[in-house]
């Protein structure tokens, strides 16, 4: 696949969809651009890996100070996980988001993504999809490989990513990516749906994550609640489980433990990612819809919905 753009023109069409937006301001304009233009130092700051963090830490703070935070006295407060944050999604409904033939708009997903902003699926030329090296990976010391899982979906992010990282990223089909997905479960890692405010209030991107190495996932397990179930939890077939282990070895979340030779699943930690059940040899693992862990970014039944309200 060779599509060539130039970092100018790629940029051009970034502000001209982010001129669509009403309330995306000169500062909003300013943090998409570090974000996308500098990815690795961006996040590697944030993870506190990059040699340049204590230097720049102060004006991190300072730039901290004017994105919204946290508030627990003003529960209405836009908060930093609700301006970036993800949604876990089974390898099969990843594969749904990256194998789309025409241009969606699914708006105010509100009961799927219970985050205050960046709650839309608007899909312009999903073909057009870059694998590019995994930002948290990078900046660690001793990632897990490969480094190019993250996937940048449809435009204007994926030829602004190839533009100005043409040494980390590539371009790749539809099938490539669902490749992707595929192997990245079967090292155990988990797909997220990100969506940020600075990437125009909506979804851009499939991360493959594991623990180790992923800054959303600290975060998470640090009191930051940025990333939400994918509306399955994981069952355990007690006349088929022997208690290998395996799942519990494989779980990024922390979320199974294996007690008296059975598995056994902690509600409260399990995301719903499938990564067990993919890699459970007795077949004793499955996904259940479970309507406390919310609701399923679903992509077909999402565009139903969405036609319906619309009266298409």
């Not at 030329?125 to 694998?131: L, N, R």
């Not at 995994?134 to 940048?152: A, F, G, W, Y």
């Not at 190839?162 to 479960?185: C, D, M, N, T």
């Amino acid at each position: 696949m060779n599509r060539s753009i130039k970092p100018r023109a790629a940029r051009k069409a970034f502000y001209t969809e982010s001129d669509k937006i009403e309330h995306f301001t000169l500062f909003d304009r300013l943090h998409a651009y570090v974000y996308l233009r500098w990815p690795y130092l961006y996040i590697g700051i944030a993870k506190g890996n990059h040699p340049l963090s204590k230097i720049l830490a102060p004006i991190y703070r300072v730039v901290g100070k004017l994105l919204p935070h946290r508030d627990a006295d003003d529960p209405n407060k836009v908060t930093f996980a609700d301006t970036y944050h993800g949604k876990v999604v089974p390898t099969e409904t990843a594969a749904q988001l990256v194998s789309v033939q025409e241009d969606i708009r699914i708006d105010d997903l509100e009961q799927v993504l219970p985050y205050k902003k960046a709650r839309s699926i608007i899909m312009q030329d999903p073909d057009h999809i870059v694998a590019i090296e995994c930002p948290c990976r990078s900046v660690k010391e001793d990632p897990c490989l490969p480094l190019d899982v993250c996937l940048i979906i449809g435009e204007p992010f994926a030829s602004f990513a190839v533009a100005h990282h043409p040494e980390r990223s590539r371009w790749i089909s539809q099938a490539e990516a669902v490749e992707i997905l595929g192997a990245e479960r079967d090292r155990g890692h988990v797909s997220h749906a990100f969506f940020k405010d600075a990437m125009l209030d909506r979804f851009y991107a499939i991360c493959n994550c594991c623990s180790c190495c992923c800054g959303a996932m600290q975060a998470q397990r640090n009191g930051t609640p940025m990333l939400v179930s994918s509306g399955y939890l994981a069952e355990v077939d007690e006349t088929a489980c022997i208690g290998c282990g395996t799942c519990e070895s494989v779980c990024q979340f922390g979320a199974i433990t294996v007690t008296d030779d059975l598995a056994q699943v902690t509600f409260e930690a399990c995301m719903g990612c499938g990564v067990c059940e993919a890699h459970c040899d007795q077949d004793a693992i499955r996904l259940v819809l479970d309507d406390r862990k919310g609701i399923p970014l679903e992509l077909n039944q999402q565009r139903v919905n969405a036609n319906n309200l619309s009266g298409a």
